[in-house]
Antibody
Framework: QVQLQESGPGLVKPSETLSLTCTVSGGSISGYYWSWIRQPPGKGLEWIGYIYKSGTTNYNPSLESRVTISQDTSKRQFSLRLSSVTAADTAVYFC???????????WGQGTLVTVSS | QSVLTQPPSVSAAPGQKVTISCSGSSSNIGNSYVSWYRHLPGTGPQLLIFDNNKRPSGIPDRFSGSKSGTSATLGITGLQTGDEADYYCGAWDSSLSAGVFGGGTKLTVL
């Protein structure tokens, strides 16, 4: 079955760029809405955005100016870049496989990213 | 403040039934499909219900979903201690042009 695994630095300095990669195993990366979702400590889930088809992206307007999602189909990976981070971007970041009607299955286990100097 | 509103917590005894509500508006639940997830700390959320009331393969029929107007409900019957977790609803919001989730509901099985 399809499995997703997030990877990347667990600590990022304020004003720098957060970079995470999600590796997909057990299935093709073609099709679907490959997504990033985050959960700040003690808070609920926040949708960040997705990439689908030939690279078309859609981002949460609240983050759009700072977010880039890209994919490398040959490596079965997709990535998140979030620029100019602040402490408010500290969160567990999840990658997930999404469908057009906005549901996600499966999810990665998540990775905690802390923004601190 | 989440766009979709869920009760912070619910509780019930083992073997009993519980419902978790998710309230939204005409721009999200009222005009979109709803999904539900179970989340245990340290793991990724697990899909329980998609497209309002469909269960993915492997999810028992103890879990059910329904939608009416701008609200949705997750039902869990035959509660087990293993059902203790945080539960989230999600939907697309056409006004925000963004996906939105509820704030989460902590289920305690007494």
């Amino acid at each position: 079955q399809v499995q997703l695994q997030e990877s990347g630095p667990g600590l990022v300095k304020p004003s720098e760029t957060l970079s995470l990669t999600c590796t997909v195993s057990g299935g093709s990366i073609s099709g679907y809405y490959w997504s990033w979702i985050r959960q700040p400590p003690g808070k609920g889930l926040e949708w960040i955005g997705y990439i689908y088809k030939s690279g078309t992206t859609n981002y949460n307007p609240s983050l759009e100016s700072r977010v880039t999602i890209s994919q490398d189909t040959s490596k079965r990976q997709f990535s998140l870049r979030l620029s100019s981070v602040t402490a408010a971007d500290t969160a567990v970041y999840f990658c997930a496989r999404g469908e057009w009607s906005f549901w996600f299955n499966p999810w990665g286990q998540g990775t905690l990213v802390t923004v601190s100097s | 403040q989440s766009v979709l509103t869920q009760p912070p917590s619910v509780s019930a005894a083992p073997g009993q039934k519980v419902t978790i509500s998710c309230s939204g508006s005409s721009s999200n639940i009222g005009n979109s499909y709803v999904s539900w997830y179970r989340h245990l700390p340290g793991t990724g959320p697990q899909l329980l219900i998609f497209d309002n009331n469909k269960r993915p393969s492997g999810i028992p029929d103890r879990f059910s979903g329904s939608k009416s107007g701008t609200s949705a409900t997750l039902g869990i019957t035959g509660l087990q201690t293993g059902d203790e977790a945080d539960y989230y609803c999600g939907a697309w919001d056409s006004s925000l042009s963004a996906g939105v989730f509820g704030g989460g509901t902590k289920l305690t099985v007494l």
